[in-house]
């Protein structure tokens, strides 16, 4: 079966040649129990490598079955190892972490057989050699004569017909050690076993023949008589006719305390098949991913080690991930101009139809549903106009010689702060209201405030439009309370045909010059007006009334007959139609508004500009939604902007510096953490690399060990990377803080890049780790 013919084996340093093996002509049977002695070096253990394939040979020839083995290459040594040898060594070379039964199991898993049918050949092997009592157990925490049968059970696993026994009494006392004995000398009946030992007296009884080296040579080959011989013995390792209900995981109730082991079963029982009847139908992907989930679930320090730091190395590239992609936009490092959209607001959307046309309850109703959309206000131009209560603003008094050359007393109005924005009632429902209705007539307004008996009355207010009237423009009314809203905010909002009244100028298709005579020194002139219209009580149909201010300041008397010309514009701004209406002036008092506010009659002025509005405000929950937002418009027909993102267009050299330092900072810090985290993931699995060995010894190919380290990581750093991102949506539906900011910028491409960063480091350290398991796997094994 095994021959060896004129086998040498040559170690090679840098002064000298040291043959350890000599020429040696052997030749090992099917049925023979043969221990092989002789001292320390003398090249035991070299010869049972050659053997085995775990060595090479220089010179001569390894026959196996008659074939030549010279032609061998690393695969054809992998299949011979897994195929025709079956190990037992002195330091038992089990896996610690696995439990006796995983041990057994994964030496039938390698030769790729299903995993129930793997598990009862497992459970019918460890009951052969008494073991089945502690099949759940952990290796460690097994006695030395257990792990020695758990040994044996292993090595018949892959039921070869050559068993390699390296002093596999060497580390138990006398009676186990002659248990093992036993049972190899049982085993060996319809099998060939090449024992190594340094206790020929130990075994003498029962082995078969008797070969001593020395010196690398073999100097005695003898048969033994053996003094008891055992009957003729099998052990069966068929497939089982029957599958277990379940996994015996579950360690004993108490732990071995002596080296006793449950008797394994009678010789009578016990048959050796030389025939593999158990058919491999698992591919080495398949037999990887089995292993992988065996390390994750029963090597719990190592899997839970490995999990802690992928996820604090996750929560990190979480984070700096997340503040490039808040640095992707641009628009904090430019300066805002408030000529087109006065009130500077980063979340603020304006929106409109492509065609002009007004938005309507239906739109509304929309806006409001859409994703991320806060507040909806349907008068969009309204919200650039700044209202100020009696405790935004002063009056300061000085002395000044009118248009007659009169030393007067000039009052001037001083505006304190521009924090507050108009917002309409089409902003708030029924449902936001503590008390009250809300506002519908023209000066009507709903405020919070915690005493609900202010309904009914009425506060003064000044408005300035500076985008749209002008730097210089205010105008003043008095509104009444007719809301108090239930949560408490600073807002005050105003009605909808007030907030249209106040915005009539700003439509594309109307513009309104207004011509009319006055008199100086009683000569009688011509002139003309840009008004800002608004409503004003008390008058008739086409009666107009100008302001005290434009009077004043003008020492103009326009009295009487005026033409007002309303000009409709197209969408390039070109004027194809003009309406002209013949108007009176009437010169009534009005001491608050500013020169440019005329009033007209409500009838008119609605007839002019009826009520609603050509676009709309929205307001996001944050900037970083601010393109998925737009993008949602836009696919629904709609024309969408950001009002911060429009009027921000000068860039500030300082800003964008700070931006690009920050995004290139994180870049590095990335980088680093993927060098670092290589790095450590790959020393602590060099650390742990034994297993590996283990399983190579078992025959397992180098192509499924490596897909094994592939499997395992990238299944950390998606667990990781799962945790976190669950973990941070938790925090946004809780609202905590800082994760869930960062997250708000996280889009579907940018989670799928954070998963790919964690999976990609995991699989180039799989990559790494393979290299190193194969440069040590080539120098102990071909």
């Not at 320390?40 to 040979?57: A, E, F, Q, R």
């Not at 593999?276 to 080495?284: F, G, L, R, Y």
Request: charge should be negative; aromatic fraction near 12%.
């Amino acid at each position: 079966m095994i021959k060896l013919d004129n086998i040498s084996k040559y170690y090679y340093s840098s002064n000298a040649v040291v043959p350890a093996l000599k020429k040696i002509q052997l030749e090992f049977n099917i049925g023979e129990f043969v221990a092989i002695i002789g001292e320390s070096g003398s090249g035991k253990t070299t010869l049972l490598n050659i053997i085995s394939g775990v060595d090479t040979y220089d010179d001569g020839e390894l026959y196996y079955n008659g074939e030549p083995t010279s032609h061998f290459d690393a695969k054809d040594w992998e299949e011979y190892r897994k195929n025709k040898i079956g190990f037992v060594f002195a330091n038992n070379n089990l896996i610690e972490n696995y439990s006796a039964l995983q041990n057994v199991e994964s030496s039938l898993l390698i030769q790729g057989i299903e995993v129930h049918k793997a598990r009862q050949t497992a459970l019918d092997l460890l009951d052969k050699v008494g073991m089945s009592d502690f099949s759940g157990q952990k290796v460690a925490k097994l006695s030395s004569g257990q792990r020695q049968r758990l040994t044996i059970a292993r090595a018949l696993a892959k039921n070869t017909d050559i068993i390699i026994a390296d002093e596999p009494t060497a580390n138990l006392d006398s009676k186990t050690g002659k248990q093992i004995i036993e049972l190899l000398s049982k085993i060996s009946k319809h099998k060939l076993i090449l024992l190594v030992t340094h206790n020929y007296e130990g075994v003498e009884s029962f082995v078969t023949r008797k070969i001593r080296i020395q010196d690398g040579q073999v100097v005695l080959d003898i048969p033994v008589e053996q003094e008891n011989p055992t009957e003729t013995a099998m052990i069966s390792i068929s497939e089982p006719t029957s599958v277990p209900t379940s996994e015996p995981t579950s360690e004993p109730t108490s732990e071995p305390t002596s080296e006793t082991t449950s008797e394994p079963t009678s010789e009578s029982d016990i048959i050796i098949s030389t025939k593999k009847n158990i058919i491999p139908i698992k591919s080495s992907g398949s037999i990887a991913r089995r292993f992988a989930l065996m390390n994750l679930t029963s090597q719990r320090q190592k899997s839970t080690l490995l999990f802690t730091f992928m996820l604090l190395t996750a929560i990190v590239s979480f984070v700096f991930l997340g503040i490039i992609y808040s640095n992707q936009d641009d628009v904090r490092t430019r300066s805002y101009d408030k000529s087109i959209f006065y009130h500077e607001d980063m979340n603020r959307i304006a929106v409109r139809h492509s065609d002009g046309a007004e938005i309507t309850k239906t739109d509304m109703e929309f806006f409001r549903s859409a994703a991320h959309v806060k507040i909806a206000d349907m008068y969009d131009y309204a919200n650039d106009i700044n209202y100020y209560s009696d405790t935004d603003y002063k009056y300061t008094y000085s002395m000044s010689y009118d248009h007659n050359g009169v030393l007067a007393e000039v009052r001037t109005l001083n505006f304190l702060n521009e924090d507050h924005f108009m917002k309409s009632a089409s902003a708030i429902g029924e449902d936001d209201l503590r008390a009250g209705v809300l506002p519908t007539e023209l000066y009507e307004i709903a405020v919070y405030s915690e005493n609900a008996d202010i309904i009914g009355t009425t506060i003064d207010y000044y408005f300035t439009a500076k985008n749209i009237w002008g730097v210089t423009q205010h105008y003043f009314t008095t509104c009444k309370v007719t809301g108090i809203l239930k949560e408490e905010r600073d807002q005050i909002y105003f009605s909808e045909k007030l907030c249209s009244m106040l915005t009539v100028g700003l439509s594309k298709n109307t513009y309104l010059p207004l011509r009319y005579d006055y008199t100086v020194d009683e000569k009688r002139y011509k002139g003309s007006a840009a008004p800002i219209p608004i409503i004003g009580e008390g008058l008739e149909y086409k009666q107009i009334r100008g302001t005290q201010e434009f009077f004043m300041t003008t020492s103009l008397h326009p009295i009487g007959k005026a033409e007002l010309s309303v000009l409709l514009h197209d969408d390039y701004g070109l004027t194809y139609k003009t309406t002209i209406y013949n108007m009176e002036i009437i010169p009534e008092a009005n001491e608050y508004n500013s020169s440019q506010f005329f009033e007209f009659s409500e009838q008119f002025f609605n007839e002019l500009f009826p009520q609603g509005s050509p676009q709309a405000s929205l307001y996001i929950d944050d900037y970083a939604y601010m393109d998925g937002v737009l993008s949602v418009l836009k696919e629904q027909g709609y024309e969408a902007i950001s009002t911060y993102s429009t009027s921000a267009i000068k860039y500030i050299p300082e800003k964008v510096k700070e931006r690009m330092s920050t995004i290139y900072a994180c870049i590095l810090i990335l980088l680093f953490l993927c060098i670092f985290e290589i790095l450590i993931v790959v020393s602590f699995l060099c650390i742990k690399s034994k297993n590996f060995t283990l399983l190579k010894y078992m025959g397992m190919d180098f192509k499924t060990a490596k897909k094994i380290t592939y499997y395992e990581l990238p299944t950390y750093a998606l667990a990781a990377s799962v945790v976190v991102i669950c973990t941070v949506i938790a925090d946004k539906i809780c609202g905590i803080g800082y994760f869930a900011d960062l997250f708000k910028y996280f889009k579907i491409y940018s989670i799928i890049i954070y998963f790919a960063y964690n999976i990609f480091i995991a699989i180039i350290t799989s990559f790494l780790f393979n290299r190193y398991l194969h440069r040590k796997m080539k120098k102990e094994l071909i």
